[in-house]
């Protein structure tokens, strides 16, 4: 496993048009699709979460980043769903009811992409019956609620609740600009991730515990 090969170096410094022929010849090296997503995806958007926690990087370098692994997963998933290799996790994630903002969420769906989850991304003004229906339909073992507004926080409170209420396993992890681990705690969530590049790590801990 090493972030120094050249598809995961061109995965941290964001060099999208470089993507899929790197893909192309870690294929024509003989890794399988499986390997390349463990040994040089994973690893490259670890230490982009590493440096945008470090405040080495910042959203629009977190997001070139991103967008490069997208570029890696759009060639490997046909071959890894052919294949019948799935994530060994899934998540729900979306934003609150009455709040619209959807860069924090979508940072954190893609790290949590690079960490090889499956990600169901569930978009913005979510009610918490949608959440519930999602993690039932998918039998996701990790929710992702983000909120942006202060407004809605109150609707993170009534999600949670609703999610308990429905007697589901999911762990239930929550983030955002007004969100605290303290805040987290007193509504009954599982996790809090400060930032997106601590949100893959905070994930993976959870689903590790809960396995």
């Given at each position: ?127 918490p019956a949608d959440f519930v229906a999602a993690i039932r339909q998918h039998n996701a ?71």
């Open positions: 496993m090493s972030d120094t090969h050249p598809l995961s170096v061109a995965i941290i410094a964001g060099k999208r048009k470089e993507i899929p022929e790197l893909v192309q010849a870690c294929l024509d090296a003989a890794e399988s699709p499986q390997s390349i997503v463990e040994n040089r995806l994973v690893p490259a958007m670890a230490v982009v979460g590493e440096r945008f926690k470090n405040n080495e990087i910042f959203v629009p370098e977190m997001l070139i980043a991103a967008r490069a692994m997208k570029e890696a997963l759009k060639v490997l998933e046909p071959m890894l769903v052919e294949a019948g290799i799935k994530p060994e996790f899934n998540a729900v994630i979306g934003t609150v009811e009455g709040d619209l903002h959807d860069i924090g969420k979508n940072l954190i769906a893609m790290m949590w992409k690079g960490a090889n989850i499956d990600v169901i991304d569930l978009g913005v003004n979510v009610a073992k990790l929710v992702g609620l983000s909120a942006l507004l202060t407004t809605t926080m109150p609707a993170m409170r009534d999600t949670v609740k609703a999610i308990r209420e429905a007697g589901l396993t999911a762990k239930i992890m929550i983030g955002g600009a007004p969100i605290t681990y303290e805040f987290a705690m007193e509504i009954g969530a599982d996790g809090y991730a400060a930032d997106a590049g601590s949100a893959a790590d905070a994930a993976m801990s959870l689903l590790r515990a809960s396995a």
